[in-house]
DNA sequence: TATTGTTATACTCTATAACTATA
DNA sequence: TATAGTTATAGAGTATAACAATA
């Protein structure tokens, strides 16, 4: 309970409560994914901008609503964006204290890079179950997690 | 995938995909076990150790060790226990650089009451599944969690 | 007066170092 | 030399404040 349990095996008391099971298997759930990101030398935040760019530019203030990332943040992050020249800042067209934040083809390929790394990661996560199991997994976490929020309007 | 997505309804993005389903479930279980601690006047760390104190007293460094809790963090929560009255240190019979720390009466009946706290929360969290769902979802996460750590022996 | 993007700052958590007193 | 407990310190990550430019 108290910390990560960084090691590799599960303690005996997580190992009865549903709930802390949902958090130790997330929590690895989250390192891998976060482990294979890194090796194409992305972040999960970066990736998370960028996935929100996919649909078309987007003023700052917006990816910080989207995303619910503070500004400051957000700032930061499309710092790192522009500096692997994945997207850049330009000027928006009618509003002068805004810029739209576009994204560029290196970071369209990374995206598509970053595709096939969370599929490649949610295969081995869930080699072990069966595909019906899976199916049930997917659809018991989707009662679970309650209601989903309408579609974003495109910017 | 950024944040928190502090917000109450599930984005769509997250609902496409399993992995990411159950970092937002374990997120939200998080959230519930920690508020319903917190009314109690308890911290999940707090919780952490005195439920490692239940089997008999234990030395700071096994907690730490156990807990993967770093040793600077482990005497800011004893420190807390002490405050609450619910343990407190004492000399180590035999080495005198060590105290162990004693689960105290009024740390036993928060123990106890923490044990109803968490399964109360439980059955609210999994109210909507079917008793079956619910143990097919406890088999599946236990299969994808990996091996189990031996027993730890007592102090 | 409100909003956009930025810089500066504060606060919490996590992690390490350094120290004493023992072993 | 290593370990137990503590204090001090460093570093991320998270959140807020304040500001100039513009709406």
């Given at each position: 309970?108290?910390?990560?349990?960084v090691g590799?095996?599960?303690?005996?008391?997580?190992?009865q409560?549903?709930?802390?099971?949902?958090?130790w298997?997330?929590?690895?759930?989250?390192?891998?994914?976060?482990?294979?990101?890194?090796e194409?030398?992305?972040?999960a935040?970066?990736?998370g901008v960028?996935?929100?760019l996919r649909?078309?530019p987007?003023?700052?203030a917006?990816?910080s609503e989207q995303?619910e990332?503070?500004?400051?943040?957000?700032?930061?992050?499309?710092?790192?964006?522009?500096a692997a020249?994945?997207?850049e800042r330009?000027?928006?067209?009618?509003d002068?204290?805004?810029?739209?934040?576009?994204?560029l083809?290196?970071?369209?390929?990374?995206?598509?890079?970053a595709d096939r790394i969370?599929?490649?990661t949610?295969?081995?996560?869930?080699?072990?179950l069966?595909?019906?199991?899976?199916?049930q997994?997917?659809?018991?976490l989707?009662?679970?997690a309650?209601?989903?929020?309408?579609?974003e309007?495109?910017?």
């Open positions: 309970m108290v910390r990560n349990y590799r095996s599960l303690p005996r008391i997580v190992s409560s549903t709930g802390f099971l949902l958090s298997v997330a929590g690895d759930a989250k390192h891998r994914f976060e482990a294979a990101l890194g194409a030398g992305m972040t935040h970066q990736l960028l996935t929100a649909g078309g987007q003023m700052q917006r990816l995303l990332v503070f500004k400051p943040v957000m700032v930061t992050l499309i710092n790192e964006l522009e020249g994945w997207a330009r000027p928006h067209p009618t002068r204290r805004a810029v739209e934040v576009h994204l083809p290196a970071g369209r390929q990374m995206l598509e890079r969370m599929q490649t949610t295969e081995e996560m869930f080699s072990s069966t595909p019906e199991e899976r199916a997994l997917h659809s018991v989707l009662r679970l309650g209601p989903i929020a309408p579609e309007p495109a910017s």
